[in-house]
């Protein structure tokens, strides 16, 4: 009797450090599991051309959002889902930073979009090619009107990049220039990717690039290389 | 004494619950960390421009791949790691297929890799821009000329993808156009991606392509047109 007594201690001593030993790490693993599937990381990738949709629900909405409704607008265009609308949402997620590095922007839409951004008190940082900024078209006038920083680049080569950096979070890159033309009637590719490494990685290019072109280092001012 | 050699027995068997219990997953935890050391999917981005430097040891290997040494050529030009040389690697671990979805290619160490791996068997496809095919230094011709398909637009829209996708497996995809003026001048930019769900996405979207530019779809030869 006594015997069995201690077994049954034994097999409850087992049974109750089994459970101590295991259930907080079901627990854990449990916790970190639904975090997971709560915080998917953006992954997406966008093809062009985009079809031609109407955008301005999200470029009027107070605060556009991945659930933003698209209808709204009486205009004749359909009110569906497109590649641009998708970018347009990617962008208008911002609401502390947005860093821009664009070879050509000319797109009113997505103008549009940075000029928002700027009036809600984002910091919108944009730097682009010095042989497209003055063409027919460009956004870049308007965005400096607007109070945005803009830097260029002052050498022969082009810079090409085509990325944006979304509050040090999303990274937003690939072959589309950010016009038109470009929109809606080439192939094109972005990808918009919730990734730390490759955002760090565009982040570091950005930076390098920001201070290269600060206009306090430009050459090509006669006065200045004259000592002016 | 006797309760003693119970306790002794109860902690024992507590003790070997535990370890059995816990042992099975830490092996098969250090077995799933030690495979994910070792595979490890490729991710990288190259910046540009590259340095110039020189890359015939690659080229000229039987098999170059990430170990490859670049010494071996006595050429003046260093013979260190540059962002071209990166791109090179990535493209030569090809071992069964490369599909090529390119607006402009120019680029003769691009051009001859790719050559190479249609030498060795690798399947090579090729989708390009026809505005920028036919321009001088373009490598298309000299591709179609070695036995490799190639397949162009027809419309007015570009052709602007700059990607590239190795075995299925490796998606390579960024700003950059495949010409020396773009590697050596400008800023640009290349990520490397192994990522299923980024390469299923591409492959769609260059099967898409590679089938809507078959040549028998073509509308722009007159003779089609008139029925002959």
Request: proline share 10%; aromatic share 12%; hydrophobic share 30%.
């Given at each position: 009797m006594k015997r069995l007594r201690w077994q049954v201690v034994a097999v409850a001593s087992v049974g109750l450090a089994l459970a101590l030993e295991v259930l907080p790490s079901a627990l854990l693993w449990l916790r970190a599991w639904r975090r997971r599937r709560q915080q998917q990381p953006q992954r997406e990738v966008l093809f062009f051309?985009?079809?031609?949709?109407?955008t301005e629900a999200l470029l009027q909405a107070p605060d556009a959002g991945?659930?933003?409704?698209?209808?709204?607008?009486?205009?004749?265009?359909?009110?569906i889902e497109s590649s641009l609308s998708r970018l347009l949402r990617a962008l208008l997620a911002a609401r502390a930073s947005l860093e821009l590095c664009l070879f050509a922007f000319s797109s009113p839409q997505l103008g549009r979009a940075v000029q928002l951004l700027h009036q809600r008190g984002v910091r919108v940082r944009v730097i682009t090619d010095c042989d497209y900024?003055?063409?027919?078209?460009?956004q870049i006038g308007l965005l400096r009107k607007a109070g945005i920083q803009v830097r260029h680049d002052q050498d022969?080569?082009?810079?090409h990049h085509k990325f944006a950096v979304v509050d040090r979070k999303v990274l937003i890159t690939g072959s589309?220039?950010?016009t038109t033309q470009a929109i809606q009637n080439n192939r094109e590719n972005v990808l918009i990717m919730e990734d730390a490494d490759y955002v760090r990685l565009f982040l570091e290019e950005f930076e390098r690039i920001w201070d290269e072109f600060?206009?306090?280092?430009?050459?090509?001012?006669p006065q200045k290389k004259r000592g002016h």
């Open positions: 051309p985009s079809q031609v949709t109407c991945p659930s933003t409704s698209l209808a709204g607008c009486g205009c004749s265009l359909p009110h900024m003055a063409l027919n078209g460009s022969l080569g082009y810079m589309l220039n950010w600060n206009p306090t280092k430009y050459t090509f001012f």
